[in-house]
């Protein structure tokens, strides 16, 4: 079992800034990828971002629509993993969950059915 704690979300003008941070406890060492999604009122869940760990290194994933503003980054230490998110705009408004993926030889990190764990979310509103 994992468990996840999101924090960091808040109201924030456009253009400006959010770090968003995701708490994992629990069998923390069997997490292959950790990822980022968001859902907006009326809309389905969506894909962020993603982070994996593998004896190749770590690699990041992101959505054509927030590349280049937001970071996904991971603090083994501290069992976190971050977002930090730039450039805000009002259709970035949201509820943001961060998912975990336990299963050995996953690549499909866009997907919801690749993680096995999720966050209960945190929200993220832009004001125009």
């Known amino acids: 079992q994992v468990q996840l704690v999101e924090s960091g979300g808040g109201l924030v003008q456009a253009g400006g800034s959010l770090r968003l941070s995701c708490a994992a406890s629990?069998?923390?060492?069997?997490?292959?990828?950790m990822g980022w999604f968001r859902q907006a009122p009326g809309k389905e869940r969506e894909f962020v971002a993603a982070?994996?760990?593998?004896?190749?290194?770590?690699?990041?994933y992101y959505a054509d629509s927030v590349k280049g503003r937001f970071t996904i980054s991971g603090d083994n230490a501290k069992n976190t993993v971050y977002l930090q998110m730039n450039s805000l705009k009002p259709e970035d408004t949201a509820v943001y969950y961060c998912?975990?993926?336990?299963?050995?030889?996953?690549?499909?990190?866009?997907?919801?059915?690749?993680?096995?764990?999720w966050g209960q979310g945190t929200q993220v509103t832009v004001s125009s």
């Open positions: 998912a975990a993926d336990t299963s050995y030889g996953g690549s499909n990190y866009g997907q919801e059915v690749e993680y096995d764990y």
């Open positions: 982070i994996s760990w593998s004896w190749r290194g770590v690699n990041t």
């Open positions: 629990g069998r923390t060492l069997s997490t292959y990828a």
